[in-house]
């Protein structure tokens, strides 16, 4: 299984996109997961924070998934699972561009889903809930306890229950369409 990082696939460049999927014989899974968060109030947001957001979480997708599909065997098909996030269904003050960038890959994620349905290729999102990661590493000990209290459990997903998941989803072969909420958030 391969996990390319920004050095070697960046997901904004279509040119990068074409030669990362032209190196591979044959995909049968594409997680997008590529994902980045500028957070500002609406009035304070530049254009250009509006744009990479939009470009990385789901541009790259559109990227990725067009790539990937080009690859996938015609007899057994492939699967494309989408990262998306709750703030695509549920956005907090100041996350505009993620909150649409989200919302946007669940609107992909069943578009492709229906699309591509009958070439027996399954494409689902999962919101793997707020996670203890690189980009979530600077809030404070205020912030994350303000998210902690949305949460009906009063905690955070792990990445290990969150990889777990996408493991179990990728082997349900008769799943697709769907968007998978892994936290305790309640809408």
Known sequence: MLSPGRA???????ESVSAYFESLESVDLLVNNAGVAVDVVHAKMSERDWDRVVDVSLKGAFLCAQAALRLFPRKTGGHIINIGSFSGKSPPIG???YAAA????????????????KRNV???????GFLETKMTA???????QRIR???ALGRFNTVEDAAKFIHCLHDMEHVSGQIFQLDSRVS
């Open 149 to 151: 209290d949305r949460h």
């Open 138 to 144: 600077g809030l404070s000990d205020s912030a994350l």
């Open 102 to 117: 989200k919302a946007g890959v669940i609107g992909l994620t069943q578009s492709l889903a229906k699309e591509y349905g």
């Open 122 to 128: 399954r494409v689902n999102a999962v919101l793997p």
């Open 8 to 14: 070697d696939l960046d997901v904004t460049k279509p």
């Open 95 to 97: 996350q505009a561009n």
